[in-house]
């Protein structure tokens, strides 16, 4: 078949159909967005369990090296369980969303907040530079609150 598009397993996806089978595609990547959301959060989970209950100090940086992991991800996939323990992660968010949304005042995280370009959305709908700038503002008005409480 020509222009096929091949998967991970032995799922082969024509184009030669494609208005056809674009209802079936669109579930199928909101399937895998679900599945990558909760994959993260689950790693961090295992991470954290491994890091607390099975290794030793010291051990556990050498072990999940050993498994190809990097300090950086290891770090902010515990954050995102530690954090996010209750949050739905049913939606299409990377690791760097979940993240900045992980590290957000918790009071801050189920609600709308209004974005640069005037829009109100949920810091899950939000692209990792709206979830910056919204962290951006957050802590620029804490600064400021604590300033007029100083005076």
Same mark, same amino acid.
């Given at each position: 078949?020509?222009?096929?598009?091949?998967?991970?397993?032995?799922?082969?996806?024509?184009?030669?159909?494609?208005?056809?089978?674009?209802?079936?595609?669109?579930?199928?990547?909101?399937?895998?967005?679900?599945?990558?959301?909760?994959?993260?959060?689950?790693?961090?989970?295992?991470?954290?369990?491994?890091?607390?209950?099975?290794?030793?100090?010291?051990?556990?940086?050498?072990?999940?090296?050993?498994?190809?992991?990097?300090?950086?991800?290891?770090?902010?996939?515990?954050?995102?369980?530690?954090?996010?323990?209750?949050?739905?992660?049913?939606?299409?968010?990377? !690791?760097?969303?979940?993240?900045?949304?992980?590290?957000?005042?918790?009071?801050?995280?189920?609600?709308?907040?209004?974005?640069?370009?005037?829009? !109100?959305?949920?810091?899950?709908? !939000?692209?990792?530079?709206?979830?910056?700038?919204?962290?951006?503002?957050?802590?620029?008005?804490?600064?400021?609150?604590?300033?007029?409480?100083?005076?």
């Amino acid at each position: 078949m020509a222009n096929e598009i091949k998967g991970g397993g032995n799922h082969d996806l024509s184009t030669d159909k494609l208005s056809q089978d674009l209802n079936v595609i669109t579930a199928e990547i909101n399937a895998y967005q679900r599945v990558a959301g909760e994959a993260i959060f689950e790693i961090g989970r295992r991470l954290k369990h491994v890091k607390e209950n099975d290794l030793a100090h010291g051990e556990f940086m050498e072990w999940y090296e050993s498994i190809g992991l990097t300090k950086d991800f290891v770090s902010k996939a515990i954050k995102v369980a530690e954090q996010l323990s209750k949050f739905e992660t049913s939606r299409n968010i990377g !690791m760097d969303a979940l993240y900045l949304i992980a590290t957000l005042p918790p009071e801050k995280r189920e609600v709308e907040h209004v974005t640069d370009k005037g829009e !109100m959305k949920k810091p899950e709908e !939000m692209t990792v530079r709206e979830l910056r700038e919204l962290k951006k503002a957050l802590k620029q008005a804490e600064a400021e609150r604590r300033e007029r409480e100083r005076l």
